[in-house]
C-alpha cells in the first residue's frame, strides 16, 4: 500500500453528511473511509460511528458476496493511504462509493436484507439517484464550456438539492422527547 501526496482538498457535503475528499498529485480522487461509511449509514449494532471499519464488516457479509464479485472490480476496496500534512488519511477510489451502491442496490433486489442492509440499500438509492442528476449537469456544464463560468461549490449545491428532496419523507416528524419517552413506556434501550 503506497502512500501518496494530497494536491487538492475537499468536502463533499451530502445533506449534511461530510465526506472529505482529495485529488493526489497522480489525479486520483479519493473520498475519506469512514466519510463513506457514514454517508451509507454503516453503523455498529449499537449504532455508533466507531472506527473506518464497518464498510469491511458489511461487505464481508456472505449473502452480500455474489454481488461484490460482480460489480466490484479486484482492488476496488483496497485502501489508498495519502498524507493531508501529517495526518494520515485512508480513503478510497470515489467511484467506489458508487460501485458499494451498485452492490447493495442489487442485492435488494435479488434476496432479503437484514434491516442494517436494508438501511444501508436505501441510502445507497438516494445517493445513486442524486450522483445522477448531478453527473448529467456536470456534464452539459463540460460540453458547453459553462464549467469555466459557474461558482465553484455550484455542483455541490445541486447534489445536496437533490439528497434533501430524498430524505423528506424520512424527516424526524417528532421531538427527541417524544421518542425517549416512548422508549421508556416501552422499557426499551
Request: glycine letters at 8%; aromatic letters at 8%; one cysteine or more.
Amino acid at each position: 500500500m503506497e502512500s501518496k501526496s494530497i494536491q487538492y482538498r475537499g468536502e463533499l457535503d451530502l445533506n449534511g453528511m461530510i465526506i472529505p475528499c482529495y485529488v493526489l498529485e497522480d489525479g486520483t480522487r479519493v473520498l475519506s473511509g469512514r466519510g463513506m461509511q457514514e454517508a451509507l449509514r454503516m453503523v455498529d449494532e449499537s449504532g455508533q460511528k466507531s472506527s473506518g471499519h464497518r464498510m469491511a464488516v458489511f461487505l464481508g457479509r456472505k449473502n452480500i458476496n455474489p454481488f461484490i464479485s460482480k460489480y466490484l472490480e479486484v482492488g476496488t476496496l483496497d485502501p489508498i493511504v495519502c498524507y493531508d500534512g501529517n495526518k494520515k488519511i485512508n480513503g478510497y477510489r470515489a467511484e467506489a462509493l458508487a460501485d458499494i451502491c451498485e452492490v447493495f442496490l442489487e442485492a435488494r433486489k435479488t434476496i432479503e436484507l437484514s434491516p442494517r442492509q436494508t438501511i444501508i440499500a436505501e441510502q445507497c438509492e438516494i445517493l445513486m439517484r442524486a450522483f445522477a442528476r448531478v453527473g448529467i449537469t456536470a456534464l452539459v456544464d463540460e460540453a458547453t464550456g459553462y464549467q469555466h463560468d459557474r461558482e465553484k461549490d455550484e455542483l455541490q449545491k445541486i447534489l445536496k438539492a437533490y439528497i434533501s428532496e430524498e430524505l423528506l419523507p424520512w424527516q424526524k416528524r417528532f421531538p427527541d422527547e417524544f421518542y425517549k419517552q416512548l422508549f421508556r413506556l416501552n422499557g426499551w434501550d
